[in-house]
């Protein structure tokens, strides 16, 4: 904006244009500057308010409230200048920005691609060129018709936005709407709040690029082929489209299912609550262990071993809790790709089988050290407990101030009866003390808050 009233220069804007529609193929952000500076929308006006329906977040408010002061701090707003039309101006800087306005043009070129194959092409040598783009948005987007980006986006807006789904027929339509909605909310309900102040976070914090986090659910749950790494994408990987939306709404079942057997109140979820399983030990979701978890339920179930975990599932959550770098150390040496979060999931199972075969938590980490995929849990190589929280200098940081509240909520967690595991609001069941049907009554007194897989598969 302010390069914009200041007359400095703007690379132009590149169009094709195609019947009687116009695309942009590269300025697209300059563009929307300009529209959100003009109409004061900045993802929470009118015209986002026509688009995300009731759909936006409050961490979408947050930024647009934001934006919003900065401009008005650094620059005004569009409704000042247009206030200041026909009157004397005594400020030059204001004066000269307000002819600005009325005069300054931006310059466009187009393309002259004949088919929208071409126009693509040149779209993306565009964008390679000065600035890439991130390595996954790229694979999304190249491959926005196949059914694992559509189910993504559709998750990651929760059924609203951009119809990427508007070709398949009616019903589809609904049922694809309808589940990325449920999925959404069991992902991002309740909303993340910064500093973490209360347990009820919801399973999928944000703050970090959700889409392709929700890329790497979809294909994960689908058994599609992840990149070991950012560097280590194929075109070729793409899917081809999605015709009539059959295959966008079997892949959202998947993800559906898989979600529902780790946290929500479906029966036989495991509910693990957040605070121990996906997040650091300050304040960050981590979508490495997200995705871990998933995988690591999803072994417990396919070989008969629930049951098994629930004996030591109070032994389990407090050593990951008590050793969460040992989570972190390993995402950040193996990435954020498949490699890391298979190496989780294995810590995990290990962590698992070490339990069960009688193993204390020194003898674990010996276990798991004698082996080379796990050696940099060497304790020798392992900062200190908050050595790389940041202190703060005027105030206690957000990440100081959240690992002292998630030291303490874990420490009067609601926990399960049955297995003594943490209860997350998100799976949360209420079992009868007494059974119902050996006369037990539905009074607070013979209620407990349970996991819904301890009360239906562990007690039945
Ligand atoms: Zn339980």
Not at 196 to 216: C, E, H, K, M, R
Not at 237 to 249: R, V
Request: charged letters at 25%.
């Amino acid at each position: 904006m302010r390069a914009f009233l200041d007359r400095d220069l703007i690379p132009a804007v590149i169009l094709w244009e195609r019947g009687d529609e116009i695309f942009v193929i590269d300025g697209a952000h300059r563009l929307s500057a300009l529209i959100a500076w003009v109409r004061d929308d900045y993802g929470d006006g009118g015209d986002s308010n026509r688009f995300f329906g009731a759909g936006i977040t409050d961490e979408q408010r947050k930024v647009a409230k934001k934006t919003r002061d900065l401009i008005k701090r650094e620059i005004g707003t569009y409704a000042e200048y247009s206030g200041l039309v026909g009157q004397t101006l005594t400020d030059r800087v204001q004066a000269r920005r307000l002819a600005s306005i009325g005069k300054e043009s931006i310059i466009i070129q187009w393309v002259t691609a004949a088919t929208p194959a071409a126009a693509e092409a040149s779209f993306f040598k565009i964008n390679q060129a000065a600035q890439p783009i991130d390595p996954i948005e790229r694979r999304i987007l190249q491959s926005r018709t196949s059914p694992n980006a559509i189910a993504s986006r559709c998750i990651v807006r929760g059924g609203r936005g951009h119809k990427y789904w508007a070709a398949f027929d009616a019903e589809l339509q609904e049922n694809v709407e309808t589940l990325g909605a449920k999925i959404h909310d069991d992902l991002y309900k309740p909303p993340h709040r910064q500093p973490v102040t209360s347990a009820d976070q919801p399973i999928a914090g944000q703050g970090y690029n959700a889409l392709p986090f929700v890329f790497d659910l979809v294909s994960l749950c689908n058994e599609l082929p992840m990149p070991k790494t950012n560097n280590d994408m194929k075109i070729s990987d793409a899917l081809p489209p999605d015709i009539d939306g059959s295959l966008t709404l079997e892949m959202m079942k998947k993800v559906n299912k898989r979600i529902e057997l780790v946290s929500t109140n479906a029966s036989g979820s495991l509910g693990f609550h957040p605070l121990v399983y996906f997040y650091a030990k300050s304040r960050n979701f981590l979508p490495s262990a997200f995705l871990a978890s998933l995988e690591f339920s999803q072994k417990l179930d396919r070989e008969s071993r629930k049951r098994d975990f629930t004996r030591i599932r109070r032994n389990f959550e407090d050593y990951i809790f008590e050793n969460k770098n040992f989570v972190t150390l390993t995402a950040s040496r193996l990435g954020s790709g498949s490699r890391s979060l298979g190496r989780i999931s294995e810590l995990y199972w290990q962590i698992f089988l070490g339990f069960q075969d009688g193993l204390d938590g020194g003898g674990i980490l010996e276990k798991l050290t004698g082996q080379p995929e796990f050696a940099h849990l060497r304790v020798a190589d392992i900062p200190p407990p908050n050595a790389d929280l940041p202190v703060g200098q005027r105030g206690a940081s957000r990440q100081s101030k959240s690992a002292a509240f998630i030291r303490e909520a874990m420490r009067g967690v609601v926990r399960c009866p049955i297995c003594d595991g943490a209860v997350h609001t998100n799976s949360m069941t209420f079992d009868h003390g007494e059974r119902r049907r050996d006369g037990g009554s539905n009074r607070s007194d013979n209620l407990n808050p349970t996991h819904p897989y301890c009360n239906s598969g562990v007690k039945s």
